[in-house]
């Protein structure tokens, strides 16, 4: 659906985008993150036609975005961070209007907007002035405009920024319903909903592509995911040795010694392996008590700082 090559965004001196390269398959939902100011936002406007690159090339369905471009935007529909809607049409009114700006036949122009009204919600609310809307239909009236059409594709940059948590929900359930027709492309600081909804990871940070992946296989490469806490009774010298020779352990950290005798361990192990059950073998083995084990399971929050943390 999607193929970047050494996309590139230059404003000055200053380099916004630098060679970015990926893919993004059909029927793939693909979280889009990085910090503010790592260029995501320059890169969806490369891809939607707002800005050309610098440098570089990209596809949309097989059409160059600078060359085909009209041909390109035909396939997908954008939802930009700040909707610009017409406080003083009705939502009927703005999305024909927008619907004869997209080139759609004026036949097929109520078909149209009827799919869009329904599908996002807003056929009881189709005649009200978009000036008395909340701040959660007005993003179900830009996502609306966005399926004008039914493009392939959707690019939907912060749908749920400003949106209270039960908005956040709407919007998210919409998503995930819109998804099973369209590659979706999501742009957003809230990680936990890209976890939820997302098959798909691309990091961006400072211009550059710092991953690309499924979230599982993120968070298992994680060095954090070989991270296992412990509390035992015992000789803690011979045990935390003991530890220290199996293959996949990298570190034994000693946290603390409870006045009851407690020792709390922390073992820091290859990511991708579990050495729990080797860890409880030894200490059983010295038959000494084992209270507590826990293997930490990373989330995509600890994947972003990773790749993104400055040094």
């Known amino acids: 659906m999607i193929k970047a090559d050494h996309l590139s965004k230059t404003f000055g001196r200053f380099q916004a985008v630098k060679n970015a390269t990926f893919t993004i398959n059909k029927g793939e939902i693909v979280g889009f993150l990085g910090p503010n100011g790592a260029g995501k936002t320059t890169t969806l406007r490369m891809l939607t036609g707002y800005l050309p690159p610098s440098g570089g090339s990209a596809t949309i369905a097989g059409y160059d975005i600078v060359e085909q471009t009209l041909e390109a935007r035909k396939h997908l529909g954008y939802l930009p961070e700040h909707v610009p809607l017409y406080d003083d049409q009705r939502i009927t009114e703005y999305l024909k209007y927008r619907a004869r700006l997209k080139g759609i036949p004026s036949k097929k ?49 912060e749908p749920t920024n400003g949106l209270d948590p039960n908005q956040i929900r709407q919007i998210r359930e919409l998503i995930k319903e819109l998804s099973k027709e369209h590659t979706i492309i999501l742009s957003t600081h809230i990680l936990s909903e890209v976890e939820m909804i997302c098959n798909k990871v691309i990091i961006i940070d400072q ?9 599982s296989n993120l968070t298992s ?21 003991m530890f220290e020779e199996i293959p996949a352990v990298k570190k034994v950290i000693f946290e603390e010694t409870s006045e009851d005798g407690w020792h709390t361990v922390t073992v820091r192990a290859e990511a991708g392996t579990d050495t729990r059950e080797k860890l409880a073998q030894i200490i059983v083995g010295q038959n000494c008590p084992l209270r507590h084990m826990y293997r930490h399971v990373p989330n995509l929050e600890e994947v972003f700082v990773e790749m993104t943390r400055r040094n």
Not at 117 to 145: F, P
Not at 224 to 232: K, Q
Request: glycine share 8%.
């Open 109 to 157: 122009i109520w078909d149209s907007v009827s799919q869009s009204l329904e599908r996002c919600g807003l056929e009881n609310v189709h005649r009200k002035m978009i000036r008395t809307l909340s701040k959660g239909y007005r993003q179900r009236v830009g996502l609306a405009d966005a399926l004008l059409g039914s493009p392939d594709l959707l690019i939907l940059d």
């Open 221 to 241: 490469n994680l060095r954090a995911a070989g991270r296992i806490n412990l509390e035992f009774k015992g000789d803690l010298e011979k045990i935390t040795a």
């Open 207 to 215: 211009g550059i592509i710092k991953a690309e992946d499924t979230p």
